[in-house]
């Protein structure tokens, strides 16, 4: 299995339009997308991006439609060129590679599944899985074997000789999810790759991928509009309006300190006892509470067991060493969050 | 008031003189170059012959079990299969499987040049937008130009014969190939491209593996049109020589022999129908992978 490798992109701009490049600066300096539309009918796609992804995370990059999440996850593998900026991997800047290297690279470093699946219909199940390493020239008996064995373990053992359209959508995802690992390539860019999947399914896909992850770690870039999608698979999520980052960090952090107005009405709605963790809000350790409970444990489980036990606080445990505490009304508060402010 | 009911044309002398200096410069064009283009299409002469020998030569209980083969083969339908032998027995009894044994061959012949021609032009017109502006105004004259105006060059380079009928068949049924691969190409799902890009496909494995097999149902059709609008150029073809269905016909109207034209032109009718349901049914049976069983 390949070794993890991380994305740092830089100063990343793009501008649609006849002659973007004649641009990047007025938008440098500040010019807004309104103002860039209505006097120069250029669009601003991104601006000033700056992400920097370590090795074998999860980076949720997460914003409503037309925010221009998708046009910066084609970035990563070039599928959009972009107006200034660099996307630098191993050391390399993808945005000035050569045609040959870039093929190379999308061959062996990035593998990508898509929002309604992009499966070839006229290919089975087997062929389609095993389509990546056939461009790349592996010989039949070995792709086949590399990808029977990616199907059997995104569970579609017995369907290899299907074709897409007989289906369900589920399952066609599962199809590309087998396509993109088949190629084990250690960067994995999923765009809205379940947004088209009903919610069971979803969570369903979601568990297939975290389990997944725990044995390949790979890098995975993962675009969602969907909160609760991104706040369960996240390592780190990078919140996208209008083409600009406006904050990133954890689920954590978003959900307990959102930069500005927009992202606190984005996460007003989350279910914050499933969201977060003992770990991000307990206090310094008073070695009094004697009930203990994990620091990456839920809210809603501290809650849960306060009950159960009924104790007004919690020892707070990483690996069998008190790392604090959390008293009842601590848990309380960072359960109901600003909101109560707001309605008072 | 007569400047405004008489159109202003160019004076009758320059006009002459216009359309005598072209039609010297062709014939001197037709001199000098003749035989060196008659020998560049020498190939297709050797085609067409060989094809018509080949099934006027082969005997006719053959014919009748390679066409329900071939019927069998892409339809998988035995009421295709019974449909194609009747029509041919049918075309047989009535004393016309010679000629229609030569009319199929030039069919054949044509739809295999227009399809050598019109797939690569098909995809190099889907790759660029100045392409298709280019081709689509040529593909519009091919299609309108009435024939017998392109006959005259063809057969003052060539002569009479089954080469300058094969070149005008292929001129007239050329266009949909050509269209219908662009429109094809042009049609493939955008993302499913992106895919083929996101793993690395060359441009040429893009091509194979993914735009000519997408494209493929428009293609079929492209490629049935084609034969279609052969068959109809088939009359046409025989006032400059092809043989086949066609001379009767002509032969018809010209000494006003009802029976004789009608009984050709269900001939052609009735191949018209062979050719489409077996090249339609094996397009569909090309894409059985698009039946969903699944909602």
């Not at chain 2, 063809?154 to 009928?165: A, S």
């Amino acid at each position: 299995m390949a070794d993890p490798i991380g994305i740092e992109i830089r100063d990343l701009y793009k501008i649609f339009g006849p002659n973007p490049a004649q641009y990047v600066d007025a938008v440098r300096r500040g010019m807004t997308k309104g103002e860039l539309q209505s006097k120069h009918h250029h669009v601003l796609g991104l601006r000033d991006i700056n992400i920097s992804i370590p090795p074998g995370s999860i980076q949720v990059i997460m914003g409503l439609s037309g925010s221009g999440k998708s046009t910066l996850i084609r970035h990563i593998n070039r599928l959009i060129e972009p107006t200034a900026g660099e996307i630098v991997i191993e050391g390399q800047n993808v945005v000035e590679m050569s045609p040959q290297a870039l093929r190379e690279f999308r061959r062996h470093k990035t593998a990508m599944v898509f929002q309604k699946f992009a499966l070839l219909p006229h290919r089975t199940v087997l062929d389609n899985a095993a389509y990546g390493l056939e461009v790349q020239g592996v010989a039949e008996a070995e792709r086949y074997r590399t990808a029977m064995r990616w199907i059997e373990r995104v569970g579609l053992k017995g369907f290899e000789k299907n074709y897409p359209s007989q289906l369900s959508g589920g399952m066609q995802q599962r199809v590309g999810l087998a396509r993109a690992l088949a190629n084990d390539a250690p960067i994995l860019l999923m765009d809205e790759a379940y947004s088209a999947l009903d919610p069971l399914i979803r969570y369903d896909m979601q568990t297939v991928l975290l389990d997944l992850q725990k044995e390949v770690r790979k890098t995975i870039v993962f675009i969602t509009h969907d909160l609760d999608e991104a706040l369960r698979i996240g390592d780190r999520i990078a919140l996208l309006r209008d083409g600009s980052v406006i904050q990133q960090g954890s689920a954590q952090d978003i959900v307990l300190r959102p930069a500005d107005d927009y992202v606190a009405n984005f996460v007003q709605h989350v279910d914050r006892g499933r969201v977060l963790k003992v770990g991000a809000v307990m206090l310094p350790p008073n070695g009094a509470a004697t009930v203990a409970i994990a620091a990456d444990a839920t809210l809603a489980d501290a809650l849960h067991l306060m009950a159960t036990h009924q104790v007004q606080g919690l020892r707070v445990e990483e690996a069998g060493r008190e790392v604090g505490h959390l008293p009842f009304q601590t848990a309380i508060d960072a359960y109901t969050g600003p909101s109560d402010k707001a309605a008072a | 008031m007569s400047w405004l009911t008489s159109f202003p044309q160019i004076n009758d002398g320059t006009l002459r003189d216009l359309k005598k200096v072209i039609d010297e410069g062709f014939r001197n064009f037709t001199r000098s170059y003749g035989d060196l283009i008659e020998g560049f299409f020498s190939p297709l002469q050797h085609l067409l012959s060989w094809s018509e020998k080949l099934l006027t030569s082969t005997p006719w209980p053959i014919i009748l079990l390679v066409v329900a083969a071939l019927a069998w083969g892409a339809s998988r339908n035995i009421r295709i299969v019974i449909g194609s032998v009747v029509t041919l027995v049918l075309i047989g009894m009535f004393g016309m499987w010679t000629d229609t044994m030569k009319t199929v061959s030039m069919i054949l012949a044509s739809t295999l040049l227009s399809i050598l021609i019109g797939l690569p032009l098909g995809i190099l017109m889907s790759r660029s937008q100045r392409m298709q502006s280019a081709l689509n105004p040529v593909l519009d004259v091919m299609q309108t130009m009435p024939s017998f105006v392109y006959l005259i060059p063809v057969v003052m380079l060539l002569g009479i014969g089954r080469v300058p009928g094969l070149i005008a068949v292929v001129i007239y049924a050329l266009p949909p190939m050509i269209r219908l691969t662009n429109l094809g190409i042009r049609q493939v799902d955008n993302e499913v491209l992106e895919a083929a890009d996101a793993f690395g496909s060359s441009r040429w494995q893009k091509l194979i593996k993914a735009e000519l097999p997408l494209a493929l149902p428009t293609i079929m059709a492209g490629i049935n049109q084609t034969i279609m609008m052969a068959l109809a150029m088939v009359v046409i073809a025989s006032m400059i020589g092809v043989q086949g269905l066609g001379q009767p016909v002509l032969k018809a109207i010209s000494n006003q022999y009802f029976t004789l034209g009608l009984f050709n032109g269900f001939a052609i009718v009735g191949i018209a129908i062979l050719f489409d349901r077996i090249s339609q049914s094996w397009g569909k049976r090309l894409q059985k992978h698009r039946e969903a069983s699944h909602g």
